[in-house]
Structure formats: C-alpha cells, structure tokens
C-alpha cells in the first residue's frame, strides 16, 4: 500500500508528477495547455496553496476552485468521454 500524504512535501510532489505527465497527455492535455492556458509557474503554487487547506488544515488557500471550473467548463464543456 502507497503511503498517505502527510505534509507539502508529499503535496508538491503528487501535484508535480500529476501536472508533469497531464499536460502532455493526449486526450485531456489540450484542456490545461489550450483551453486553461495554465502558466504552470504561476498555477502551481496556487494548486499547493488549495490542497495543503483542504488535506493539511493550512487555512493558506485564497481563491475560490470551485467558480474557476464553472468559468472553464462554461467555455469548454468536458464531456464523459474525456472524464
């Protein structure tokens, strides 16, 4: 069994290896590089902010995740076939 994450360490990596391999991904890389347009070096450290709160209790994260999917999904609707 893979161990549970237990600080930022754990976060960063999960979140780099993650994004390292999504954005190259065939089917749905499109949706971070094109539709997103993420400037990793400026999403990253926001995407470490939102999940230390959520799984740290680190109360860090300013911003609301949730509108900015709506935002997207509004622009470019996901389909089940990408999910």
Same mark, same amino acid.
């Given at each position: /069994? =893979?161990?549970? $994450?237990?600080?930022?360490?754990?976060? =960063?990596?999960?979140?780099? !290896?993650?994004? #390292?391999?999504?954005?190259?991904?065939? !089917?749905?890389?499109?949706i971070f590089?094109?539709? %997103?347009? $993420?400037?990793?070096?400026?999403h /990253?450290?926001? @995407?470490? #902010?939102?999940?230390?709160?959520?799984?740290?209790?680190?109360a #860090?994260? =300013?911003?609301? %995740? /949730? @509108?900015?999917?709506?935002?997207?999904?509004?622009?470019?609707? @996901? #389909?089940?076939m990408?999910?």
């Amino acid at each position: /069994m =893979k161990p549970d $994450i237990q600080n930022s360490i754990d976060i =960063k990596l999960l979140l780099d !290896t993650f994004y #390292s391999k999504v954005l190259k991904d065939e !089917t749905i890389g499109y949706i971070f590089n094109e539709v %997103a347009k $993420i400037n990793v070096t400026h999403h /990253m450290p926001i @995407l470490y #902010s939102f999940w230390e709160s959520v799984l740290l209790g680190v109360a #860090s994260y =300013k911003g609301n %995740a /949730m @509108l900015k999917h709506i935002e997207l999904n509004n622009n470019k609707p @996901l #389909s089940n076939m990408i999910i």
